[in-house]
């Protein structure tokens, strides 16, 4: 049994397959499985997949019939794996060198059943935005395994999959699945994080997450976004089915999830313009009926303003304020790239060959 079982699905992806496989043989760790999922890909992926398996014996291809969409592929894949672990890999990303084995150290010393690591945002121009792990815990001493209880700063490192190593028989415990629609990570790891009976940090960057100017689906504008709320529906239906259990964070989660959807309203290339009215009346019907019992504690600033105002329903003075702070940030943000020093930048290498 290997110790890594790494969850790569396909589709669409030809333009940036080999590099994402390459970063993952390349490794100095070498106990590990890839399962890739052909998500019945209409491009070349499937050939580029086929020529790396037969190079490489790690590389099993799970080859699904027709397209069901990145959370089904990935159960598709997680149903495949062996290793004691899986970590969900997207395809068009990739692991920086010496990733597994500073992942398979920390697995050794803590036997977590959820590994939360650093990660980088890359963007398309070559800016590289990192989020290290110290963040949840904002300088204060950790110990090596925690609850989510014990450290619900978890909540403000994001919970995309792509930097959770998690234990497989843990996993199958839980019966947890990654369900349809878009924002699928948010029903997952939420729940995941809840269930953990040892939660461990991995403060390095693990994890190369690509932000590609076109195709990904923060920068489509589309009615899919409405599909947010059916995600949060289910961690609520998660902490419903287990009543008291999760009661002390029902408030913190509740706070986050007002916090997302108007993070997904605020971005200009997301939510068509026609749509913003009543996507911002299903935030107040969230808010109304998830309000824990004790009431909603209040975000601090223009967060918590955000809040008040979605709580009364008041869209259009929700509009007026979004439109002043706008201009506000423009003009705060021309003198602060004014003098900003240069921001890091990746370095692009080569395809490393296999064979």
Same mark, same amino acid.
Request: hydrophobic share 45%; proline share 6%; net charge positive.
């Given at each position: 049994?290997? @110790?890594?079982?790494?969850?790569?699905?396909?589709?669409?992806?030809? =333009?940036?397959?080999? =590099?994402?496989?390459?970063?993952?043989?390349?490794?100095? +760790?070498?106990? +590990?499985?890839?399962?890739?999922?052909?998500?019945?890909?209409?491009?070349?992926?499937?050939?580029?997949?086929?020529?790396?398996?037969?190079?490489?014996?790690?590389?099993?291809?799970?080859?699904?019939?027709?397209?069901?969409?990145?959370?089904?592929?990935?159960?598709?894949?997680?149903?495949?794996?062996?290793?004691?672990?899986?970590?969900?890999?997207?395809?068009?990303?990739?692991?920086?060198?010496?990733?597994? =084995?500073?992942?398979?150290?920390?697995?050794? @010393?803590?036997?977590?059943?959820?590994?939360?690591?650093?990660?980088?945002?890359?963007?398309?121009? $070559?800016?590289?935005?990192?989020?290290?792990?110290?963040?949840?815990?904002?300088?204060?001493?950790?110990?090596?395994?925690?609850?989510?209880?014990?450290?619900?700063?978890?909540?403000?490192?994001?919970?995309?999959?792509?930097?959770?190593?998690?234990?497989?028989?843990?996993?199958?415990?839980?019966?947890?699945? +990654?369900?349809?629609?878009?924002?699928?990570?948010?029903?997952?790891?939420?729940?995941?994080? /809840?269930?953990?009976?040892?939660?461990?940090?991995?403060?390095?960057?693990? #994890?190369?997450?690509?932000?590609?100017?076109?195709?990904?689906?923060?920068?489509?504008?589309?009615?899919?976004?409405?599909?947010?709320?059916?995600?949060?529906?289910?961690?609520?239906?998660?902490?419903?089915?287990?009543?008291?259990? +999760?009661?002390?964070?029902?408030?913190?989660?509740?706070?986050?999830?007002? %916090?997302?959807?108007?993070?997904?309203?605020?971005?200009?290339?997301?939510?068509?313009? =026609?749509?913003?009215?009543?996507?911002?009346?299903?935030?107040?019907?969230? #808010?109304?009926?998830?309000?824990?019992?004790?009431?909603?504690?209040?975000?601090? $600033?223009?967060?918590?303003?955000?809040?008040? /105002?979605?709580?009364? $329903?008041?869209?259009?003075?929700?509009?007026?304020?979004?439109?002043? %702070?706008?201009?506000?940030?423009?003009?705060?943000?021309?003198?602060?790239?004014?003098?900003?020093?240069?921001?890091?930048?990746?370095?692009?290498?080569?395809?490393?060959?296999?064979?």
């Amino acid at each position: 049994m290997a @110790l890594l079982s790494l969850i790569v699905p396909v589709y669409r992806v030809e =333009e940036y397959l080999a =590099e994402c496989l390459d970063s993952l043989l390349a490794q100095s +760790f070498a106990d +590990f499985e890839v399962i890739a999922v052909d998500d019945a890909s209409p491009d070349g992926s499937a050939e580029i997949l086929a020529t790396y398996a037969a190079r490489d014996s790690r590389i099993k291809i799970v080859t699904l019939p027709q397209n069901v969409g990145l959370g089904a592929a990935r159960n598709a894949g997680i149903r495949h794996a062996t290793g004691r672990y899986v970590w969900c890999v997207d395809s068009d990303d990739w692991l920086p060198p010496g990733t597994l =084995e500073a992942v398979a150290d920390r697995i050794e @010393l803590t036997t977590p059943d959820l590994l939360v690591t650093g990660y980088a945002r890359v963007y398309w121009d $070559g800016r590289v935005e990192d989020h290290p792990v110290s963040a949840v815990h904002q300088g204060r001493e950790v110990p090596e395994s925690f609850t989510f209880a014990e450290q619900p700063g978890l909540l403000n490192h994001l919970w995309i999959a792509c930097n959770k190593v998690i234990r497989r028989e843990f996993l199958v415990g839980t019966g947890l699945t +990654f369900g349809p629609g878009w924002y699928e990570d948010v029903a997952f790891i939420l729940p995941l994080m /809840l269930a953990s009976r040892r939660i461990s940090l991995l403060d390095r960057d693990c #994890y190369a997450y690509r932000q590609r100017q076109q195709g990904a689906i923060t920068r489509t504008v589309s009615e899919r976004h409405l599909e947010v709320f059916d995600q949060w529906d289910r961690v609520f239906a998660f902490m419903d089915a287990r009543p008291g259990e +999760f009661a002390s964070l029902r408030p913190v989660i509740f706070q986050r999830m007002i %916090w997302h959807c108007l993070q997904v309203l605020g971005h200009s290339s997301r939510v068509p313009g =026609e749509m913003r009215r009543a996507f911002f009346a299903r935030i107040t019907a969230q #808010y109304r009926r998830h309000l824990p019992p004790g009431g909603a504690p209040v975000a601090p $600033g223009n967060d918590g303003v955000k809040q008040r /105002l979605v709580a009364a $329903g008041a869209y259009q003075l929700f509009e007026l304020l979004m439109a002043a %702070w706008q201009v506000r940030q423009r003009m705060t943000g021309r003198r602060a790239r004014a003098s900003a020093p240069e921001p890091r930048r990746v370095v692009r290498r080569s395809p490393i060959k296999t064979g």
